[in-house]
């Protein structure tokens, strides 16, 4: 006589697993967490898989991958219950292979990686989700911070959280089969941002600069604030276009003593920046420049390409030349506001470029 649960061990020991009902651990009964150690695939179909730990124990995981074993997970049932005092929750990967292409980790806990511990190889594709675990959902530490992209991450993908042990580059493949919107942070300290075919888990500001300098519709989500004053001026390189809508959220290089290159945003000879406000009170603030140089001065932008105003606030920026704007080559001003900023010469806007259109009727 044995329980359900020991059956599923010996099932996936024996072969693939489709499930066909649920499987819950029972107190009482020794049962450990599941164990793959080779090539399986479990189908959870619309089944859960349930450890039911209510407190924390050593090895609380739901499923281990040992080394030498890969587990590719599918269809839309949970796996769920586990409750570990060292790594992973639902899912500890421990040196083996896990492949998620379905199947949905919620409501484990433990002190790393509380849906997922990747303590080896992590690939996904199809529709995951790994969403309310806590000790974060999908947790990646040092020297196995690589998620790879199988395939189109589709319908009801809900929201994968990671959680890094130094945050930096974490999944690859993500132009040809995938987007940055399928991923966030799980501690809300750091943002999803584009780096090439892969992205990077980076701070807020960080974030900001990243996707603005990979060109194109920003739309914003938050307020950004700068940490402090060596995070550094946001800009928009030679033969980028950015579209910016502030959607009423605020950009604040947040200096409180002038400081060389003391602008917000940075817009470079062949560089094109629109700034819209589809909100409320979207502002660019913070900047605090000491530069006079040519190229260099303005407070709260800095102007060398082409910059469209269309909208938001320019307020509360410093320079010695050019509180709100400094422009060097073509402004054109049809909406927004420009207002208490402070230079040593053009407060709101200092002029010293080719083309300078305003238009607000």
Same mark, same amino acid.
């Given at each position: ?133 806590? &000790? ?149 603030? &913070? ?11 303005? &407070? ?62």
């Amino acid at each position: 006589l044995q329980t359900y649960w020991m059956d599923l061990q010996e099932k996936l020991d024996a072969g693939n697993v489709t499930l066909t009902r649920n499987y819950e651990y029972l107190s009482g009964f020794d049962n450990a967490g599941l164990t793959v150690s080779t090539d399986k695939t479990l189908n959870l179909g619309s089944y859960k898989i349930d450890r039911k730990l209510s407190t924390a124990t050593e090895d609380g995981y739901v499923i281990k991958v040992a080394a030498g074993g890969t587990l590719t997970v599918t269809g839309t049932g949970q796996i769920t219950g586990g409750n570990n005092s060292g790594n992973g929750g639902g899912i500890f990967v421990d040196g083996g292979t896990l492949v998620l292409s379905g199947g949905n980790i919620t409501g484990n806990t433990a002190a790393f990686g509380g849906g997922v511990y990747n303590g080896g190889t992590l690939q996904m594709s199809g529709a995951p989700i790994v969403t309310g675990n806590t &000790g974060g959902n999908v947790y990646l530490p040092d020297g196995h911070t690589t998620i790879t992209l199988l395939g189109t991450m589709n319908g009801n993908d809900g929201n994968i959280g990671i959680t890094m042990q130094t945050p930096g580059v974490f999944t690859s493949g993500l132009n040809t089969y995938g987007t940055i919107s399928k991923f966030a942070s799980d501690n809300n300290a750091y943002e999803v941002a584009p780096n090439g075919d892969e992205a990077t888990l980076l701070s807020h500001w960080a974030a900001l600069k990243a996707t603005l300098a990979k060109g194109g519709t920003v739309n914003l989500t938050r307020d950004y604030v700068a940490p402090s004053a060596g995070d550094g001026y946001l800009e928009v390189p030679n033969a980028k276009t950015v579209i910016l809508d502030l959607k009423g959220h605020t950009i604040d290089r947040h200096l409180t003593e002038a400081t060389d290159d003391g602008y917000v945003i940075k817009v470079i000879a062949g560089g094109t920046l629109t700034i819209s406000d589809s909100g409320t009170g979207g502002a660019i603030t &913070g900047g605090n420049n000491s530069s006079d140089a040519d190229g260099q001065r303005g &407070g709260g932008i800095c102007n060398l390409g082409t910059v469209n105003l269309q909208g938001g606030i320019i307020s509360g920026n410093q320079s010695v030349k050019g509180g709100g704007i400094y422009n060097e080559n073509t402004l054109n001003i049809s909406g927004g506001t420009i207002t208490s900023n402070t230079a040593t010469t053009g407060g709101g806007i200092y002029n010293n470029g080719t083309t300078f259109t305003m238009n607000t009727t």
